[in-house]
């Protein structure tokens, strides 16, 4: 009975703790997921400004043009790529998926700087400035140190 009992159990387990079989590429996207929620997913709430017309179609950091009416932000060291979850914390309003494409804010006491869509989108584009509340959802892999040449 009691060698049923741990087959049975030995069975169930297996189960469970089957490896996650997913398509190519996500595997990379699973294992960033699952550090950063190994790293305690940190809420933080961060002062926002945005900027508009005056940088419209100039080059952001990552390279690609500025577009003012496309949601993305820049902030001062996330990495490039970095996706972020934002919510204003005056009105509730949110962005499930904020891109960091660019560096910045350049003026203390800011934090983020958000294109005039996602500040229209959050509400404060007359406000100027709102506090949001952030959440980290995905960091790009790290880029591969070069060794040394020899």
Not at 54 to 62: D, E, I, M, Q
Not at 86 to 113: E, K, M
């Amino acid at each position: 009975m009691r060698k049923k009992f741990v087959a049975l159990l030995i069975g169930f387990l297996s189960i469970f703790a089957a490896p996650e079989v997913s398509p190519k590429g996500e595997d990379e996207q699973r294992k960033i997921e699952v550090a950063i929620a190994e790293e305690e997913r940190r809420l933080e709430t961060m002062v926002a400004s945005w900027y508009g017309e005056s940088f419209h179609g100039r080059l952001t950091a990552n390279g690609e043009k500025y577009d003012m009416n496309k949601i993305s932000a820049a902030h001062k060291s996330l990495p490039l790529g970095a996706k972020l979850r934002v919510t204003n914390l005056a009105n509730g309003c949110s962005i499930d998926t904020l891109p960091v494409n660019d560096r910045g804010p350049y003026i203390n006491g800011r934090d983020l700087d958000l294109s005039f869509r996602a500040a229209s989108e959050l509400g404060f584009v007359y406000d100027g400035l709102a506090k949001l509340l952030v959440e980290v959802i995905y960091l790009p892999p790290a880029p591969k140190k070069r060794s040394p040449a020899t």
